[in-house]
């Protein structure tokens, strides 16, 4: 049985290690992409094969975190998730401490110290679910950036995710650094004259900010209004920021799955309980605070302080400059997306309904001679070329990259009938996305893996590209079976193509596979870096397969 997100743990033994792939040859072939047809793969520039290598790192740690709690519990493939639950957290625990806190130089640590002897400890729990939800949130968050960013997701139309990211980052880190000023401890103290050392070389303050923590007359309780107006508006630029981060996408998900959540909730129960959030003594800016520790998490920035302001702004601009031209700097080969030809498109919303990212709008349909209401129209500024759309259109009315579909099946059609002439033996077709970068030792020129004669990859930008009457029509075509290498459900890279094709191989989504082909038809999901366990797979999958032609009565299709 298939179960989608399920994923086949791997087979211990000799299997699992990736092997030495044989020598490369010189020149190396391009790799036979079938889309449509592949064009020729210039060498990727040094900084991007960099960032594939990095990538290929980050995955070995999923990949391992996949074995230990299995793919849809890995915390990794749930970042962006994460952090919006803890900051929900942050949020309704923070309204319950604005009850209690009170304004001013000695109110304010007072309250705070009130707040933490509630009886039944349900004040100190609130507080300290109010910092670890804030830390974690901030942690997801730079989690998940990296991972967009290893996993080469941030370029192209993803660009506003990418700088919208950021900011959400940014708007995290001054909450909860803020909430660090509100307690006005001797650590708040210290980060309040540190800070507004660097504040002063702006010119935004009338007088220098650092007069006025000499003593504590100076410091109104229209100061503390004023940090508590930052920290409890925030929320409303943080919501403001999320919805610029996911207006381009589809389904966009705001919550973890209820496994993870609920781990995520107790962890921080538990950390809460176990070591409450404290306040240090209360400032006191007649003397000397003495040795008092960093919060490097929030205040990484300190080191900067002990340098000219105008140097530690500086650093601050180079970073956030350099960060937010990653996604041109770092740009990958624009991908060929999708165009609908007018005269075929039957006006289902297929295509609409299932395109991840709302490239796709369906609009009344001009007068073309068509006898269909409506049309669908692809935005390429939204396109990332995925081509999911491909696979949902039953009347090949999606062009991808300018090619109809028909391509892929005249292509896939001469290589299983090449193939076979040659060896005299019918061959065993993949048909992969993702992985064809791991293969790239692996494969020869005719599209063949080398170490396994009888099996030829057909690479496509996604495996659900793949419309399901391809599988019939490849094996109507010669081929002895099929085998599917798609990407992790809960990690693809477009989000839902993996998950859409599971779907409609169990008959859940339209278009669904019509004839189950038993034993012939194979799928597994990877992550890229699993080139080992794909090839073991594989060549467990060809010597399983029946020797017999035809159409079998029943499908296996597995995860």
Known sequence: MYSPGSREPAAAGPAEAVPTPPARREPQAPLPFAVFPAPSRPKESLHRRWLAAAGASWQWVEVLLDRLVSAPLNPLYHTGTIAMFSLAVALVTGIYLFLFYRVG??????????????????????????????????????????????????????????????????????????????????????????????????????EPLGRTFLDAGRIQNFL????????????????????????????????????????TGAALVIASVLR?????PPADLGRLPGIVPVDWF?????????????????????????????????????????????????????CWKDCPYEAIMMVPRPDDGGRYKQLAVVNPAKCVGCGICVGACDSAGILLGDQPVSLLGQAVTGRLRGLAAASGQAPVLVYTCRLMRGLQGWLRADGTLEGLPGVTVMGLPCVGTLHPDMITKSLQAGARGVFVAGCVPEDCPYREGSQWLAERLQGQ?????????EGRLRVRWYSPVEVGRFLADVRAFQRELPA????????EVEA
């Not at 940014?170 to 909860?176: E, I, K, M, R, Y």
């Not at 409450?276 to 240090?280: C, E, I, M, Q, T």
């Not at 650093?315 to 700097?329: D, K, Q, R, S």
């Not at 017999?548 to 499908?555: A, D, K, L, N």
Request: hydrophobic share 50%; net charge positive.
């Open 105 to 206: 130089t000695e109110a304010a640590h007072r309250s705070i110290e009130d707040i933490m002897a509630q009886p039944l400890g349900i004040g100190a729990l609130m507080r300290s679910l109010h910092r670890y939800s804030s830390d974690a949130a901030l942690l997801a968050a730079a989690l998940h950036g990296l991972k967009m960013f290893l996993n080469d997701r941030f370029w192209g139309a993803r660009w506003i995710g990418w700088v919208s990211g950021l900011s959400l980052a940014s708007l995290v880190w001054v909450t909860g650094a803020t909430g660090y000023w509100l307690v006005w401890d001797t650590q708040a103290q210290v980060l309040s004259v540190t800070s507004a050392k660097l504040l002063d070389v702006l010119p935004v303050f009338g």
């Open 298 to 350: 929030y205040f990484f920035y300190f080191p900067l302080t002990a340098l000219d302001p105008r140097w530690g702004w500086g650093i601050v601009g180079v970073t956030t400059a350099v960060a937010l031209v990653i996604p041109w700097a770092l740009r990958g080969p624009a991908p060929a997306r999708a165009r609908v030809e007018n005269l075929a498109c039957t006006g289902c919303t297929r």
């Open 548 to 555: 017999g032609e035809g159409m079998p009565r029943t499908e």
């Open 276 to 280: 409450p959030a404290l306040s240090g």
């Open 224 to 263: 503390f209004f004023v940090v508590l107006f930052i920290h409890i508006t925030i929320p409303i630029l943080l919501g403001a920021a999320y919805w610029i981060h996911v207006m381009r996408l589809s389904r966009a998900r705001f919550m973890p799955p209820r496994v993870v959540l609920w781990v």
């Open 509 to 517: 989504r339209l278009p669904s596979l019509k004839t189950l082909p």
